[in-house]
């Protein structure tokens, strides 16, 4: 994503697909926590050659940001060191820097992170998602996946809907009524026909897949009205897209 300054070479390497890092903003403790997949790269200068100032190499990060469509956020690079801030654009996320600047230029750190929601590694086994409804009457999933904007269901799902329909069939007497949820991103009308829809094929998919009588499954959509993450962020808006079963 950005090359190193020439003359340094990377001293330490830390990547993560999902971390984070609370970056300055502004003066004193002015921070933004931000999450996403993770990078810490250390640099130091090679033997013999001239190092660059802490401002030189600071600018010369933050104003790539600055050509790509992007905006310094904060900046304190003296002789001896520093930091500055910025974050651009780049692919329907927002890319996040800093670089901090140490031993007048010796050496320094470039943090990165792309902001992004977290994948979902951990799923409900029958037996917890059975728990789960009983005990508190409904469960949010964020593993049924869809198109965007379409209530086409991705095939990575099938594992999700599969413990449903188990948990279906462990208990015949059990009734749910299946809720699509969506983020704000485009008109209210359309995200509330698009829960609807999803809602939809969620209960096809457990009749015509699995076998489940049509009459135990309901379903109901509710379009952005009902967030439980602001969609001020991706990591907001994955949380609001969901599908939630609510025991009848």
Do not use: C
């Amino acid at each position: 994503m950005f090359s190193r300054m020439p003359g340094y070479y990377i001293s330490t390497y830390d990547a993560e697909d999902f971390g984070s890092f609370d970056f300055d903003v502004g003066q004193g403790t002015d921070t933004k926590h931000v999450e996403g997949k993770y990078w810490r790269i250390g640099y130091e200068i090679k033997e013999g050659q001239k190092k660059a100032g802490p401002l030189q190499i600071g600018r010369n990060y933050t104003d790539l940001m600055l050509k790509r469509g992007g905006k310094r956020l904060w900046e304190e690079l003296t002789a001896s060191g520093g930091e500055t801030t910025a974050s651009m654009p780049a692919g329907g996320h927002t890319i996040w820097l800093e670089v901090d600047v140490s031993n007048n230029g010796d050496d320094y750190d470039l943090i990165v992170v792309e902001e992004a929601a977290m994948k979902q590694d951990v799923e409900f086994n029958a037996g917890q998602l059975a728990e789960e409804l009983k005990s508190k009457g409904s469960v949010a999933l964020h593993n049924i996946l869809f198109d965007t904007g379409k209530a086409s269901i991705k095939p990575e799902s099938s594992n999700a809907l599969s413990v449903i329909a188990e948990v279906l069939k462990t208990d015949p007497s059990l009734k749910l009524e299946i809720q699509g949820h969506t983020d704000n991103v485009g008109g209210a009308a359309a995200n509330l026909k698009l829960s609807q829809d999803r809602a939809a094929a969620v209960k096809g998919y457990l009749v015509q897949t699995s076998g489940i009588a049509a009459d135990r499954l309901t379903t109901s959509g509710f379009g952005d009205t009902k967030p439980v993450a602001p969609n001020t962020s991706e990591e907001g808006r994955a949380q609001n897209r969901r599908v939630e079963l609510v025991r009848k």
